[in-house]
């Protein structure tokens, strides 16, 4: 793990250095649901969402973005007390335990925000290190989609929804 890294509200300044390990994850299409070639603006859209969404990102002490995640909710009405979030990790950075403090901080800015509830709808079952590590968190597969999701290198394979209460 980092020692200094800090956990913070992403600025629109912050965008230029996510999308430069952002755009490569989504290009690859191998861990993240969005159309491969998704324009920067769309994502930029997609990626800080409308109140009371939250963007967060993981800077280390010399102000690298080493990963990022948001946190939205995930229905309305009756349902609105659910969250979802989503996470993206710089690959130069993947093992040090970036996605594990985001995950924390994003289960604990959620709680504190009311959500009484995390749901992930889609997370690749192919992605294992991400499923291991939502499974340390507290987070369970409730279902997984046979073929839900078309991978470049693997084909049609699982996808997961995962749950926690909060």
């Not at 996510?18 to 159309?35: H, K, L, N, P, Y």
């Not at 507290?138 to 699982?158: A, C, F, S």
Request: with cysteine; glycine share 10%; net charge negative.
């Amino acid at each position: 793990m980092l020692a200094a890294m800090v956990i913070r509200e992403a600025t629109p300044h912050d965008w230029p250095r996510m999308w430069a390990f952002m755009e490569g994850i989504v290009r690859a299409g191998e861990t993240f649901s969005w159309d491969r070639d998704t324009p920067e603006d769309l994502a930029r859209v997609f990626w800080f969402p409308a109140p009371p969404g939250r963007t967060f990102v993981a800077v280390d002490e010399r102000g690298t973005v080493l990963g990022t995640a948001n946190c939205v909710r995930n229905h309305m009405g009756g349902a609105a007390h659910i969250a979802s979030a989503s996470f993206m990790v710089d690959p130069r950075h993947s093992g040090q335990g970036v996605g594990r403090a985001l995950g924390e901080h994003v289960l604990e800015r959620a709680r504190e925000d009311g959500f009484r509830a995390m749901q992930f709808n889609a997370v690749v079952e192919t992605n294992t290190r991400a499923v291991a590590l939502w499974e340390s968190l507290g987070l369970k597969v409730m279902t997984t989609l046979p073929e839900g999701y078309l991978h470049p290198v693997h084909g049609y394979v699982g996808l997961h929804i995962m749950y926690r209460q909060l």
